[in-house]
C-alpha cells in the first residue's frame, strides 16, 4: 500500500487548510503557464494544452479553471502522467460551459520552474478563432498555513483554418493506469469505512464506479470520484475503472473484519435454527432441513472470489506530425524509453496504411540493437514492419534508436503509423517479463505537390484534405497568362501528366457520379506560344457511403435488474473514416413525461465507447449513430429493459419452462404418494393384516375350533383397531424547402411500447409535420415539431399506438411555404398478449402472472406431497404398531393353546396310568401330540 492512513489523513487535512483564506507574502510571485503545439490548426485536429507551474516556494494544492471557446473547440480529455498531483478532486475531468476546472494537490510538496501539472486535448469543431485562458486560479502554499498564492491572467490564441499546417487527427488511447486501491477509514468523517484509488494517471479514467455488497447481492454501480464513502455494513466492494480506449478494470475489496463477523452472525443463526429445530424434534426431516440451510447460507460464502493485483518503457515515433508531397520520401525513427529498467529484448511490429505509404528502406544501421535476430522486414501489401532483436547485456536509455525507416507518401490525406499489439518489450530480469507501457504512434498529412498549372477551384469541393457526400463535382479554373485551350483527365493517380491534345477552351467542367475514394484531377494549358504549361494536380475526396453495420452491446446484459448500463460500440468506414459517434438513449414507457422523457437524452450528443448510462426501472431504446468523415451516418438500436429482481427472475419464459417441467414432476411424484396413502388408508380401514399373520390367526381359529373360543385374543385385537381408529381420527383434524430527412424512428415495437421519430433539417428552427397513417383503418394523424439550431428534430409520441402497419413521413414548412413529403417509412406495431379495449397486457406481464401461478401451483403441490407422505408416514407407523400388537397377540395365543393342549394331554395320561385308555383316545394322545408339536 504506496498511500498510507496516516499520510492519507494528513494530506486532507492540509488540503482542506490551503483552500481557507489567508494573507500572501509579498515575495511570493508564483506563476503558471501555457503551451499549445500550435498556433494555427486545421478542422477536426486535437490540439495539445500543457498546463505549468512555477514558484520558489514548495506548493502542495492548487485550484486553476482553463475557459476556452465551445463552439471552436470541444474539450476530449486530459493526461496526468506526468503531472505533479498525486490526488486530484474531481475526476474525469470535464468541460463545462467553455472551463476545464483543475483541482488537487500533491502529498509531497513541489516547487522550481515549470512543473507539469496537466495535458489536455481539444478537438478543433469549426474554422475560427479562440483563446485558452487561466483565470481565477490560485496555488496553495505548503507552509503550514495554506497560504493562497492568486495566479496572474495567462491566455494563449489558437486559429482553425482549412489552409491550417498543422493536422492532428488521432488522440493517444492508453488504458487505466490504476496503482493500487486500498479501505481505510476517513479521518475527516467518523472514521467511517472509504475505499481509495491510486493512479498514476487520473486523466486516463474516462468513468469510475464503486458498488459493494452487505450480504449476498451487490447493489448498483455508483459513478464516484478517487475517494468513495462505503456502507459500514459492506464486506466486499468492488471498483469499475473505463478507460478511452474502451478497456475496464474490475478490483475487488474485503473487510476482513467486517467478513468474520458475518460468518460468525451465519453461524449463530444455524446453530439457533439447529437448537429450534431440535426443540420441535422434527428429527426425520432433519436432512433436509439441514442441507437447506447449509446451501443458503454458506454456498455465497463458498462464492467469494479475490482479486489479483511491471515494468514501464515506451515506444515512440519520431516526427511526431509532419507534411510531405505526394510522391516525395522522408524517414522516420523509432525511440524506446526504458523509463528507467533495464531492457535486453525488442519485438517491434509498426503497422502503417499500405495505400498512402510505402517503404522504401528499413534501415537498420545506427541502432542499440546489438544483434538482429532476423533482419528488418516489411510488408507492403499488409501494411507492416517487423523488428526482432536483443541487447546483449541490456540497456537503460530515455532516448535509444532502434531503426531509422524510410517511407514514400502515395495518397493524398491524413494517415497514422502506430505499433500493433503484438510488440513487446522484455526486462532484463530472466524471466523476458514484458515491460512495454504505452507506445505512441504519429499522424502525417501528405498533401500533392504546389501548383504549376492553372489554378483550380471547386465549388462543390472546396477542401482537398476534406471528404464530401456528393458524389457530383464542379471544377474551375482560371490562368494568369493567355492561353490556346486545355488539357485536363481524372483518375485515381495522385501526380499525373494529361497528354498533349487539347480537351477544351472552357474554364470549368463537371463530372457525376464519381466513384467513392480520393479522385485526382490534372489539367494543364497550352500557351499562345504553342508550349504547354506545368501540371496542376486537384484532389476530389468522394464517400457516398455510410459507415459498416454494427452493435450496440449493453452490459451487463440487456435485461438486467441493474441501473447502470455500459454501452460499447465500435465500427469502420471503407472510405473517410470513421469520423465520430452519437447516442441517445430512448424511454419506451409512457409514465415520462416529455420533459421526463428529454432527461434521458432523446437528442443525440457526442460520445466514445464504452458509454454509462444510469437509467430507472423501464425500457428503452439505446440509439447510437456513427458518422463517417463525410457526414454520412448509421443507426444501430439496442433495446434494453431494467427490471425489479422478483421480475427479472420470475418473468421469462425459461422460468416457465422450468416451472411447467417441476410441476410434471411434483404432480407424478404426489399421484404416488397420494396412491400409496389410499392404499394404507384402505387396508387400515378394512384392518388388513399381512399374510403371514392372517395364516397364523386362520391357524389359531382352527385350533380354538377345536379346543376352546379365544374371547380374551379378539378382545385384544378390537382393542387395538378401536384405538387405531380413533388416533387415525384425530390425526385427520389436525415544393422548394427540402423534405425533412428521417434518421431514427422506432421499429420492433409492441403496442405497449411508445414510438419516437427523428431526424434533421437542412435550415435550422424550421416547423416540421409528422404524419403517422395506420394501413389498417386509413386514419392519419398529424404531430408538430420545431427542428433546433442544428437542424435536428425528435418527437416521442405520449401514449401508445394500437397494434398494426404504419406509414409515416413528414413535411418542413416556413411560413406559408412548405416542402414535398419526404419518403414514407414502414412501421409495424405488434399485438401485446393479451389485449380487451384500452386495457393491455403484455407477454412480459404474462409471463410474470403464469409464473406467479406456476409458483403458487407449486407450493401448493410441495405442501400436499409433504403433508400426504407425513399422514402417510404417520399411518404406516400406526399400522406398523397394530401388526407388532396383532404379532404379539397371536403368539400369546399360540401360547395358550400350547397351555390347553398339555392340559389336555395330562388329562389322557392320568386316565392311561389308572386304566387302560380306549383305541379313540390313542388316536387323540397322538394328534394332540401332534398339533403339540406343530404349534
Same mark, same amino acid.
Given at each position: 500500500m504506496k498511500l498510507s492512513k496516516v499520510i492519507y489523513a494528513v494530506f486532507w487535512g492540509m488540503l482542506f487548510l490551503n483552500f481557507l483564506p489567508h494573507p500572501l507574502s509579498a515575495q511570493i510571485q508564483p506563476s503558471i503557464t501555457i503551451d499549445i503545439n500550435s498556433e494555427e490548426i486545421s478542422p477536426n485536429s486535437f490540439i495539445e494544452v500543457k498546463v505549468f507551474g512555477s514558484s520558489e516556494n514548495e506548493i502542495n494544492a492548487f485550484d486553476i479553471t482553463l475557459e476556452y471557446s465551445p463552439e471552436i473547440f470541444s474539450f476530449e480529455r486530459a493526461y496526468t502522467q506526468d503531472s505533479v498531483a498525486s490526488l486530484w478532486k474531481s475526476i474525469p475531468f470535464e468541460g463545462k460551459d467553455g472551463a476545464v476546472s483543475l483541482v488537487g494537490g500533491s502529498v509531497k510538496p513541489w516547487s522550481g520552474p515549470r512543473n507539469e501539472i496537466a495535458t489536455l486535448i481539444f478537438k478543433a469543431r469549426q474554422t475560427g478563432a479562440s483563446s485558452f485562458t487561466v483565470k481565477n486560479s490560485f496555488f496553495a502554499l505548503a507552509d503550514g498555513q495554506g497560504t493562497k498564492s492568486?495566479?496572474?491572467?495567462?491566455?494563449?490564441?489558437?486559429?482553425?483554418?482549412?489552409?491550417?499546417?498543422?493536422?492532428?487527427?488521432?488522440?493517444?488511447?492508453?488504458?487505466?493506469?490504476?496503482?493500487?486501491?486500498?479501505?481505510?477509514?476517513?479521518?475527516?468523517?467518523?472514521?467511517?469505512?472509504?475505499?481509495?484509488?491510486?493512479?498514476?494517471?487520473?486523466?486516463?479514467?474516462?468513468?469510475?464506479?464503486?458498488?459493494?455488497?452487505s450480504w449476498f447481492l451487490w447493489n448498483d454501480w455508483q459513478k464516484t470520484q478517487l475517494t468513495a464513502a462505503i456502507p459500514n455494513s459492506a464486506w466486499a466492494t468492488q471498483l469499475k475503472v473505463l478507460g478511452f480506449d474502451g478497456k475496464e478494470t474490475v478490483m475487488t475489496l474485503y473487510r476482513w473484519k467486517t467478513v468474520s463477523t458475518k460468518i460468525f452472525t451465519i453461524l449463530v443463526l444455524f446453530i439457533i435454527m439447529i437448537m429450534v429445530k431440535r426443540f420441535f424434534k422434527r428429527k426425520r426431516v432433519a436432512s433436509l432441513p439441514h442441507l437447506g440451510l447449509w446451501l443458503i447460507f454458506f454456498i455465497p460464502i463458498t462464492l467469494l472470489f479475490f482479486a489479483p493485483s511491471v515494468g514501464a518503457s515506451t515506444l515512440s515515433v519520431s516526427p511526431t506530425s509532419g507534411s510531405f508531397s505526394v510522391g516525395s520520401t522522408f524517414d522516420v525513427q523509432i525511440f524506446l524509453d526504458t523509463e528507467g529498467q533495464n531492457i535486453n529484448t525488442l519485438d517491434v511490429h509498426l503497422k502503417f496504411p499500405p495505400n498512402a505509404?510505402?517503404?522504401?528502406?528499413?534501415t537498420a544501421g545506427q541502432s542499440i540493437v546489438g544483434v538482429w535476430t532476423s533482419p528488418p522486414t516489411f510488408d507492403n501489401k499488409k501494411g507492416e514492419i517487423i523488428l526482432q532483436g536483443g541487447i546483449p547485456g541490456g540497456i537503460n536509455a530515455n532516448r535509444g534508436l532502434v531503426s531509422?525507416?524510410?517511407?514514400?507518401?502515395?495518397?493524398?490525406?491524413?494517415?497514422?503509423?502506430?505499433?500493433?499489439?503484438?510488440?513487446?518489450?522484455?526486462?532484463?530480469?530472466?524471466?523476458?517479463?514484458?515491460?512495454?507501457?504505452?507506445?505512441?504512434?504519429?499522424?502525417?498529412?501528405?498533401?500533392?505537390? @504546389? +501548383? &504549376?498549372?492553372? /489554378? %483550380?477551384?471547386?465549388?462543390?469541393? $472546396?477542401?482537398?484534405?476534406?471528404?464530401?457526400?456528393?458524389?457530383?463535382?464542379?471544377l474551375r479554373w482560371t490562368n494568369t497568362l493567355p492561353v490556346s485551350g486545355y488539357s485536363f483527365v481524372l483518375n485515381d493517380i495522385p501526380v499525373f501528366t494529361p497528354d498533349n491534345v487539347v480537351d477544351s477552351n472552357e474554364t470549368f467542367v463537371s463530372y457525376k457520379d464519381l466513384p467513392s475514394?480520393?479522385?485526382?484531377?490534372?489539367?494543364?494549358?497550352?500557351?499562345?506560344?504553342?508550349?504547354?504549361?506545368?501540371?496542376?494536380?486537384?484532389?476530389?475526396?468522394?464517400?457516398?457511403? @455510410? +459507415? &459498416?453495420?454494427? /452493435? %450496440?452491446?449493453?452490459?451487463?446484459? $440487456?435485461?438486467?435488474?441493474?441501473?447502470?448500463?455500459?454501452?460499447?460500440f465500435n465500427t469502420t468506414d471503407t472510405h473517410s473514416g470513421i469520423d465520430r459517434y452519437e447516442y441517445s438513449v430512448v424511454p419506451l414507457s409512457p409514465k415520462y413525461s416529455p420533459k421526463e422523457a428529454s432527461a434521458y437524452q432523446t437528442f443525440f450528443v457526442e460520445s466514445n465507447s464504452p458509454e454509462v448510462?444510469?437509467?430507472?426501472?423501464?425500457?428503452?431504446?439505446?440509439?447510437?449513430?456513427?458518422?463517417?468523415?463525410?457526414?454520412?451516418?448509421?443507426?444501430?438500436?439496442?433495446?434494453?429493459?431494467?427490471?425489479?429482481?422478483?421480475?427479472?427472475?420470475?418473468?421469462?419464459?425459461?422460468?416457465?419452462?422450468?416451472g411447467l417441467i417441476l410441476i410434471i414432476v411434483l404432480a407424478l411424484a404426489y399421484r404416488r404418494i397420494r396412491k400409496w396413502f389410499i392404499s394404507l388408508e384402505h387396508r387400515h380401514?378394512?384392518?388388513?393384516?399381512?399374510?403371514?399373520?392372517?395364516?397364523?390367526?386362520?391357524?389359531?381359529?382352527?385350533?380354538?375350533?377345536?379346543?376352546?373360543?379365544?374371547?380374551?385374543?379378539?378382545?385384544?385385537?378390537?382393542?387395538?383397531?378401536?384405538?387405531?381408529?380413533?388416533?387415525?381420527?384425530?390425526?385427520?383434524?389436525?415544393?422548394?424547402?427540402?423534405?425533412?430527412?428521417?434518421?431514427?424512428?422506432?421499429?420492433?415495437?409492441?403496442?405497449?411500447?411508445?414510438?419516437?421519430?427523428?431526424?434533421?433539417?437542412?435550415?435550422?428552427?424550421?416547423?416540421?409535420?409528422?404524419?403517422?397513417?395506420?394501413?389498417?383503418?386509413?386514419?392519419?394523424?398529424?404531430?408538430?415539431?420545431?427542428?433546433?439550431?442544428?437542424?435536428?428534430w425528435f418527437y416521442r409520441h405520449p401514449t401508445f399506438v394500437s397494434s398494426g402497419e404504419y406509414l409515416l413521413w413528414t413535411q418542413s414548412s416556413i411560413g406559408e411555404l412548405s416542402s414535398p413529403p419526404s419518403p414514407q417509412v414502414k412501421m409495424d406495431v405488434g399485438r401485446t398478449a393479451i389485449q380487451f379495449g384500452s386495457n393491455r397486457l403484455s407477454f412480459e406481464t404474462l409471463y410474470l402472472i403464469v409464473s406467479t401461478l406456476l409458483l403458487i401451483a407449486l407450493v401448493i403441490l410441495t405442501t400436499f406431497i409433504i403433508s400426504t407422505a407425513k399422514k402417510g408416514r404417520q399411518k404406516h407407523k400406526i399400522m406398523m404398531k397394530e401388526i407388532a400388537e396383532a404379532e404379539e397377540s397371536v403368539r400369546r395365543g399360540f401360547a395358550v393353546l400350547k397351555r390347553d393342549i398339555k392340559a389336555e394331554l395330562t388329562v389322557i395320561h392320568k386316565n392311561k396310568t389308572n386304566k387302560n385308555i380306549s383305541q379313540e383316545e390313542k388316536q387323540k394322545e397322538e394328534q394332540l401330540m401332534k398339533d403339540l408339536e406343530r404349534v
Open positions: 492568486e495566479l496572474l491572467e495567462q491566455s494563449r490564441n489558437v486559429v482553425v483554418s482549412r489552409d491550417a499546417f498543422f493536422a492532428n487527427t488521432e488522440i493517444v488511447s492508453i488504458p487505466p493506469r490504476i496503482a493500487d486501491a486500498f479501505i481505510t477509514n476517513d479521518p475527516l468523517n467518523n472514521n467511517n469505512p472509504i475505499v481509495v484509488l491510486e493512479t498514476s494517471d487520473a486523466g486516463s479514467i474516462k468513468w469510475l464506479g464503486v458498488r459493494s455488497r505509404l510505402q517503404v522504401v528502406s528499413p531509422t525507416i524510410t517511407f514514400r507518401a502515395r495518397q493524398v490525406g491524413n494517415f497514422t503509423l502506430k505499433f500493433s499489439d503484438d510488440t513487446r518489450v522484455l526486462l532484463n530480469d530472466g524471466k523476458g517479463t514484458d515491460a512495454l507501457n504505452q507506445t505512441q504512434g504519429t499522424v502525417f498529412q501528405f498533401v500533392l505537390p @504546389p +501548383p &504549376a498549372g492553372p /489554378s %483550380v477551384a471547386s465549388e462543390t469541393h $472546396p477542401d482537398q484534405n476534406l471528404w464530401f457526400s456528393n458524389s457530383n463535382a464542379l475514394g480520393t479522385n485526382y484531377f490534372h489539367i494543364k494549358a497550352l500557351g499562345q506560344n504553342g508550349s504547354w504549361g506545368g501540371v496542376t494536380n486537384f484532389a476530389i475526396k468522394v464517400d457516398t457511403e @455510410p +459507415p &459498416a453495420k454494427f /452493435s %450496440v452491446e449493453a452490459k451487463p446484459a $440487456p435485461r438486467t435488474t441493474e441501473k447502470t448500463i455500459f454501452i460499447y448510462a444510469s437509467l430507472d426501472k423501464g425500457r428503452y431504446d439505446i440509439v447510437v449513430r456513427a458518422y463517417d468523415k463525410a457526414g454520412n451516418f448509421l443507426d444501430s438500436t439496442e433495446r434494453v429493459s431494467i427490471l425489479t429482481p422478483f421480475v427479472f427472475y420470475i418473468a421469462n419464459k425459461w422460468t416457465l419452462a422450468v380401514n378394512k384392518k388388513e393384516l399381512p399374510e403371514n399373520v392372517k395364516k397364523q390367526l386362520e391357524e389359531l381359529r382352527n385350533y380354538r375350533s377345536k379346543y376352546g373360543a379365544l374371547p380374551v385374543l379378539l378382545g385384544i385385537l378390537g382393542g387395538i383397531f378401536m384405538f387405531s381408529n380413533q388416533i387415525v381420527a384425530q390425526t385427520e383434524k389436525t415544393t422548394k424547402l427540402p423534405p425533412p430527412l428521417i434518421t431514427t424512428v422506432s421499429r420492433n415495437i409492441s403496442n405497449e411500447d411508445i414510438f419516437y421519430i427523428g431526424g434533421k433539417t437542412e435550415n435550422a428552427n424550421v416547423d416540421v409535420d409528422i404524419y403517422l397513417q395506420n394501413l389498417g383503418s386509413a386514419e392519419t394523424r398529424s404531430f408538430l415539431v420545431t427542428s433546433d439550431e442544428n437542424g435536428n
